[in-house]
């Protein structure tokens, strides 16, 4: 190869590592037009491997094109800014020189633009700018002064006392990111102090007394029927409240009495849209999975949920059915201790989809989505992504996606951690991965995460929502799952913590063991 060649060879090549993005939409053309001009006949097999193996090669073009953009688009941004610190410090050190012995505090009142006086200054750096989240960033040009106006031989002094100033903001992606936002840190004269926590304690108090009670059953038991007549009928009688159930439980209650006219119940899908919008308070009569259908009832904000144990295992259910009365009278008066239990907002995007915006329905999941290989005897592929950021290829049975309030399900037969049910965050669980290093994770509850299956993948997936609503994922189908902004408030009995600790205790039997023996050989 000549000179002229090699010096024409380096030219063309990306600069800082990136792929060209002429070079790369002329390279998934090019690919493009080899597909449409290469004839594939039924019985090739290689030809149709290769030529998915080209479609799976363009995807991967255009995304890295979209990647670079991207992060061009954020460099430039942040040289702006850059640029726009550099210059407004200059103009400080300025203003500074010139100012002479003119008082530091007076200076920067003058810098600060609009601002009376310095706890003016303080209270700001407390606070988050409007607009501040779109810009993605930290910001560090305002200076704090400890406050000495005497001499001027003092203004040198007062120079090296100062300290900088900041303020810190969530990175966010896009508008939908406030809903994760907590203001969990607070600024005095540059020092970061935790101020609150998600997981605190989290009381509930009625600031007008509950008009509405849904009563939501576990079916075909005896028992839990004759409860539930009893339940609703102390409720009437002696609580003047309204109540709803369901089209099944209204039916049986008047086939028992026709006394129970007064209850009442929804006809059609649109009535229980809106059933969030007249109910205050739900009852549940059964186990866990009866807190799973009253859950799903609920597209959006869900009421507070008194969950009454009568199911065979319940780590939701902390309160028993025999004390219903004292239990429901005072959580009728309140306040009331509560678990914010996240769920998952799910959506299928298939591969004939034009972008990622065309899904299907959303569905929301209070405990775990599964993503499995079925009937097939294959293992399933699945490409797992975390903000566009590659996680690892699952080769195993599958992979569960869990909430916390869902470690104690699935999850944990899989081999995930128990994790407490305010713990904000989403299980990343695989089920027999064929790898001897593939660890369960636990990802922050901001990210996104998206499972697709690849396209030279020998099966098909199949993906179920909290057990039911199975949907088959072919080859480029993906599952997109983020934190839903409408957690599942259940009352607790004592407190999060206690109830939590007292369900893995009472229904797994933790760290059951017998007590060593203290009449063995001790130490010196």
Request: with cysteine.
């Amino acid at each position: 190869m000549n000179s002229s060649d090699g010096a024409s060879h380096s030219s063309s090549r990306p600069e800082n590592g990136f792929i060209d993005s002429a070079s790369v939409v002329n390279s998934e053309k090019a690919i493009l037009e080899l597909l449409q001009q290469t004839p594939v006949r039924d019985n090739d097999e290689h030809l149709i491997e290769f030529s998915e193996a080209l479609r799976t090669v363009a995807k991967a073009l255009r995304r890295a094109a979209e990647g670079k953009a991207s992060a061009q688009a954020e460099a430039a941004e942040w040289k702006r800014k850059y640029e726009l610190e550099r210059a407004q410090n200059q103009d400080f050190q300025q203003q500074d020189k010139k100012s002479g012995g003119k008082d530091d505090d007076d200076v920067h009142c003058e810098s600060t633009q609009n601002l009376d006086d310095q706890d003016d200054l303080c209270n700001e750096a407390n606070e988050q700018p409007e607009g501040f989240c779109a810009e993605h960033g930290i910001c560090s040009h305002e200076v704090l002064f400890d406050g000495e106006n005497d001499s001027a031989s003092r203004a040198i002094q007062k120079r090296m006392m100062r300290k900088a100033s900041f303020k810190l903001s969530w990175r966010c992606k896009g508008k939908r990111s406030d809903q994760h936002k907590h203001d969990i840190v607070s600024f005095e004269k540059g020092n970061i102090t935790t101020a609150g926590r998600t997981s605190k304690q989290i009381a509930l108090k009625w600031e007008s007394p509950p008009q509405t009670v849904l009563i939501m059953t576990k079916p075909n038991s005896n028992s839990v029927r004759v409860l539930c007549g009893e339940i609703v009928r102390w409720l009437k009688d002696h609580k003047n409240l309204n109540i709803y159930v369901e089209p099944r439980v209204r039916s049986e209650l008047l086939t028992d009495s026709s006394s129970f006219e007064f209850v009442q119940t929804w006809k059609d899908e649109s009535e229980i849209l809106d059933l969030h919008k007249k109910v205050d308070l739900v009852v549940t009569l059964g186990g866990d999975g009866t807190v799973l259908w009253a859950a799903s009832m609920f597209k959006g904000p869900v009421p507070p949920v008194v969950p009454f144990s009568l199911g065979s295992l319940g780590f939701m259910t902390p309160f028993y059915s025999e004390r219903y009365k004292e239990h429901l009278d005072s959580i009728l008066k309140g306040p009331i201790s509560i678990t914010l239990r996240h769920r998952l907002q799910c959506h299928v995007v298939r591969d004939s989809a034009r972008n990622e915006y065309e899904t299907e329905e959303p569905i929301l999941v209070l405990n775990e989505v599964t993503i499995d290989r079925g009937i097939s005897s294959y293992l399933t592929n699945l490409e797992c992504y975390s903000d566009n950021s590659f996680v690892t290829l699952v080769q195993g049975d599958g992979l569960i996606l869990s909430t916390t309030s869902g470690s104690t399900a699935y999850s944990l037969a899989a081999g995930g951690s128990m994790v407490h049910p305010q713990v904000p965050g989403i299980l990343f669980t695989p089920i027999c991965p064929h790898s001897l290093s593939f660890r369960p994770l636990i990802l922050p509850e901001h990210v996104t995460i998206r499972v697709q299956v690849p396209f030279n993948s020998r099966s098909q997936a199949w993906v179920s929502f909290d057990g039911k609503d199975r949907k088959q994922l072919g080859a480029g189908d993906a599952l997109i799952c983020s934190m839903a902004p409408w957690p599942v408030p259940t009352a607790c009995q004592v407190d999060s913590t206690s109830d939590f600790l007292r369900s893995i205790h009472d229904g797994l039997h933790w760290n059951l063991r017998k007590t060593q023996s203290f009449d063995g050989p001790r130490e010196l």
